[in-house]
């Protein structure tokens, strides 16, 4: 029977892990409680986040614990790991807020019921009342210099004479480790996974346990994440896509993954369903014969969004993509309409003038879509003046803010993709 490292080898996720012979019996034989940590820089987790997050559900699966760790304390600080540069220190009543955020994203992903049920823990409880003495004592003492400057996260930032090191980066490994401690003494934590650029930190912290509690842990670390052309993952736009819904639309993260590149499509659904491999090689299989019908990537889209925007949300992310190919607008908020039709011109026109009236020729011309009321007349005769996607067949129709298909945008098309987006304004 196949174990959660078995699982993971086979979807490909692993970069880097301690030990893998005895990490590997263990994981068959007993039921283990691993950790993976995310730290509150923001309040809401964006796609790179969902790579811990769904493995920590697929050990939840197959029987284990386990803990996601918001990092309260360690977002204080900063991680310098995979970064050229220090990060901006935020104020401690945001990093509290931005914890509850996070916390409730968290819960739709793992199970917190059951024997196996998922804890949700805040390095701040553990770490906010300890005094630098004992600090130094309990923690520092166990790791030389030279052991910290040859981590690679330190290590990048040191040879950059520019920007260099701050102490407070510096130690950021070493709040790191006294959590994998922490979490070992609380829960008796034995795994910690994350990203690559973790490796280094979680190294320290299986090395503090082993120094102060004589007992072995693990680590796993997972690839970092970059497209086949090299572009950092879970960009759009040069902007995160996000989780919360309010930062990143159901339809935006629908779309994100339908423009996945062919090549980098089997990998992602590796990593970011949980589709048996057998079905996704299926799928590898329509990719090389029909690469046009692009089935892979609308599985991808599907099984992702449902899974972090539910069934309702996939639902509003489909009926958003179908406004492009001629489908209803109705029940469409401004938001969803500006998503859709982010690269689309446009004007604006007073609530007020709206609200008096205005004829659909020349509001065809004005927003540019015909250079002259008989041409529009022309358009709508043949019958490719559009507004909100429903054909207009009286030339000598009125639109007014009953035709608005958001609170206040109204989509205007001229034959089957010439959009313009008209906006109220007052």
Avoid at 37 to 56: E, I, K, Q, W
Avoid at 68 to 95: C, F, N, Q, W, Y
Avoid at 260 to 278: G, P
Avoid at 367 to 374: D, E, F, P, Q
Wanted: with cysteine; proline share 2%; net charge negative.
């Amino acid at each position: 029977m196949k174990n959660a490292l078995d699982i993971l080898e086979e979807r490909e996720v692993i970069a880097q892990l301690s030990d893998e012979a005895t990490l590997s019996r263990s994981l068959s034989s007993d039921t283990l409680t691993l950790y993976a940590g995310f730290d509150p820089t923001a309040d809401s987790l964006h796609l790179g986040h969902l790579f811990p997050l769904l493995c920590l559900a697929r050990f939840q699966r197959l029987g284990h614990r386990p803990i996601a760790l918001v990092g309260g304390a360690t977002a204080m600080i900063g991680d310098p790991s995979g970064r050229s540069e220090e990060r901006t220190l935020l104020d401690a009543g945001v990093i509290e807020a931005n914890v509850v955020s996070l916390r409730k994203q968290v819960e739709r992903f793992l199970d917190f019921g059951g024997k196996n049920g998922a804890v949700l823990v805040n390095n701040a409880d553990w770490t906010k009342d300890v005094k630098y003495l004992d600090w130094l004592r309990d923690v520092g003492k166990y790791f030389s210099v030279n052991y910290m400057l040859n981590k690679e996260s330190v290590r990048r930032r040191i040879d950059d004479r520019d920007q260099g090191i701050s102490y407070t980066e510096f130690s950021y490994m070493l709040l790191q480790a006294n959590d994998f401690l922490e979490l070992y003494d609380r829960y008796n934590c034995t795994l910690q996974v994350g990203g690559n650029d973790q490796w280094g930190n979680i190294t320290a912290g299986i090395d503090l346990i082993q120094k102060r509690r004589q007992k072995q842990v693990y680590g796993i670390t997972f690839p970092l994440l970059t497209t086949s052309n090299g572009e950092k993952f879970g960009k759009s736009a040069g902007n995160a896509v996000w989780l919360d819904p309010g930062r990143t639309s159901p339809y935006a993260l629908y779309q994100y993954w339908i423009r996945t590149d062919d090549h980098d499509v089997i990998r992602y659904l590796k990593y970011f369903t949980f589709l048996s491999v057998e079905d996704i090689e299926e799928l590898a299989g329509e990719v090389e014969l029909n690469p046009e019908r692009r089935e892979a990537q609308r599985v991808l889209a599907e099984e992702s969004t449902r899974m972090i925007h539910g069934e309702e949300g996939l639902m509003k992310a489909r009926k958003a993509s179908e406004v492009l190919f001629g489908g209803e607008m109705t029940d469409l908020t401004d938001r969803e309409l500006m998503d859709v039709f982010t690269d689309v011109p446009s004007s604006t026109i007073t609530r007020e003038e709206l609200n008096r009236g205005i004829g659909v020729l020349v509001l065809f011309t004005r927003a540019g879509l015909t250079k002259s009321n008989s041409q529009a007349l022309r358009m709508v005769k043949q019958g490719g003046a559009y507004v909100n996607n429903v054909r207009i067949d009286d030339s000598r129709m009125v639109v007014s803010a009953g035709h608005l298909a958001g609170e206040s945008i109204m989509v205007l098309r001229s034959g089957k993709k010439n959009y313009h987006l008209l906006r109220v304004e007052g």
